[in-house]
């Protein structure tokens, strides 16, 4: 079945800096991958959407990249600020049908 | 625009009781689904629809219901609760699949 990984340890880091989390998925070629954002208590947000046939994607400090070689997605917050705390969530459709499905998502502390 | 409303935010149930997780949206959006969330395994789409009168089941079906007659409102049935059924409900919202999803506040559900 599809399995969806992303980095279940807490990403600590100073603010300025380049925050890069990872998304590795198995057993499909998804046509599409999303990140999303989730605050505590709050449903999630969505930040940006790649296709397969983009490598990169940005928005604003968010860097999004997809290489469907490696499987994998990489998601970048430059210039970290405390208020890029939260959990991430990157989803993708692992077939024709409709259904979305999510990793659990990696939580991002920003320090100051 | 209000966006995705989820009612209630809160619910305690005890096994085998039976309650309706509302879910209304005003963005005449035809994509709507419900996930859950567990600590740990992320969100897990339970059912979801692509119009009105049309509904499919997601990757954990089983315990739950739902109808769709109207673009807005897409509600989700619990028949006999169990505390399995412990988690926090998130609806969803978007044009369709392959965009980005809206999602709610979401409902805390406790079953002892």
């Known amino acids: 079945s599809q399995k969806i990984e992303q980095n279940s340890e807490a990403l600590n880091i100073q603010e300025g800096k380049t925050a890069t989390l990872t998304c590795n998925y198995t057993n499909y070629s998804p046509a599409y991958l999303q990140w999303y954002r989730q605050d505590p208590g709050r449903g999630p947000v969505f930040l940006l959407l790649i296709r397969e046939n ?16 490696l499987k994998q997605s990489l998601f970048h917050i430059t210039a970290s600020q405390p208020a890029d705390s ?3 969530l990157c989803a993708l459709e692992p077939d024709s049908w409709g259904k979305l499905q999510f990793g659990a998502g990696t939580q991002v502390v920003v320090t100051p | 625009n209000a966006g995705v409303t989820q009612t209630p935010k809160f619910q305690v149930l005890k096994t085998g009781q039976s309650m309706t997780l509302q879910c209304a949206q005003d963005m005449n959006h035809e994509y709507m689904s419900w996930y859950r969330q567990d600590p740990g395994m992320g ?5 979801y629809s692509v119009g009105a009168g049309i509904t499919d089941q997601g ?25 399995s059924q ?9 044009t369709d699949r ?3 999803q809206f999602f709610g506040p979401g409902t805390r559900l406790t079953v002892l």
Do not use: M, Q, W
């Open chain 1, 54 to 69: 983009e490598k990169e994607k940005r928005k604003e400090r968010l860097k999004v990249t997809f290489d469907t070689t």
């Open chain 1, 86 to 88: 939260a959990t991430y």
């Open chain 2, 43 to 47: 969100l897990r789409l339970i059912h």
């Open chain 2, 59 to 83: 990757e954990v079906p089983n315990g739950y219901n739902v109808s769709r007659s109207t673009t807005e409102d897409f509600p989700l049935r619990l028949l006999s609760a169990a505390p």
């Open chain 2, 86 to 94: 412990t988690s926090v409900y998130f609806c969803a919202s978007s």
């Open chain 2, 98 to 100: 392959n965009n980005e």
